[in-house]
C-alpha cells in the first residue's frame, strides 16, 4: 500500500512539474507569436493559473519527499517521548488547518460553478476549471499529512523525518 501511496505523491509533483512546463510552453509561443505579429489570447491568465496549479500540486509532493521548511535545531535534542508528543500536536494542528483549507478550496470552486464567475481576459474562461487543482493539491496534502500522522501514531517515523535524516547524514 506504501508503494501506492508513493505513487499519488509523485504523480502529484509530476503534475507540479507540467504545470510549470506548461508555463514555459504559452510564454515561447507567446515570445514567438510577437516576432511573427500575432498574439497568443490570454496567455497571462493561463500562465497564472498554471502557476497557481503547479503550486499547489506540489505541496503533498514537497511534504513528503521532506521539503517544506523544518526547524529543529531545539526539538532534536528533545527526548524521544516529548519529541513524539510535539510531532504528533504538529501533525494534528496541521492536518486540521489542512482539511479546513481543502472545504473552502472546493467550496471556492463550487461557489464559481454555481455562480458562473468567468476570467476577463480574451477567452471567458470558467474560473471553477483553474480553481480545481488547487482544491486537488489541498486534497493531496490533507491526504499526506493524514498519512503521516497516522504513521506517528503508530510510532513509526513520518516519511518528512525520514528523509530529514538522510540529510543530516550528509552533513556530518
Known sequence: ??????????ASGYAAG???????????VQIVGRI???????????SGYALAASTFFGL???????????????????PPRAR???????LIFGFGLACYMTYYCWHMVYESYVFEEVSHGYI???????????GLGMTALAAAILDD????????TPS????????????I
Open 1 to 10: 500500500m506504501s508503494s501506492l501511496r508513493d505513487k499519488f505523491y509523485l
Open 18 to 28: 507540467f504545470c510549470i512546463a506548461l508555463i514555459m510552453v504559452i510564454i515561447l
Open 36 to 46: 511573427f505579429g500575432f498574439i497568443v489570447p490570454s496567455a497571462e491568465n493561463v
Open 60 to 78: 503533498a509532493y514537497t511534504f513528503h519527499e521532506g521539503g517544506h521548511i523544518r526547524v529543529s535545531l531545539v526539538i532534536q535534542k528533545w
Open 84 to 90: 513524539f508528543i510535539q510531532e504528533l500536536v504538529v
Open 124 to 134: 471567458p474562461i470558467p474560473i471553477w476549471i483553474p480553481q480545481i487543482p488547487v
Open 149 to 156: 500522522l497516522v504513521a506517528v501514531m503508530r510510532k513509526r
Open 160 to 171: 518528512y523525518q525520514q528523509h530529514e535524516d538522510d540529510l543530516n547524514l550528509e552533513e
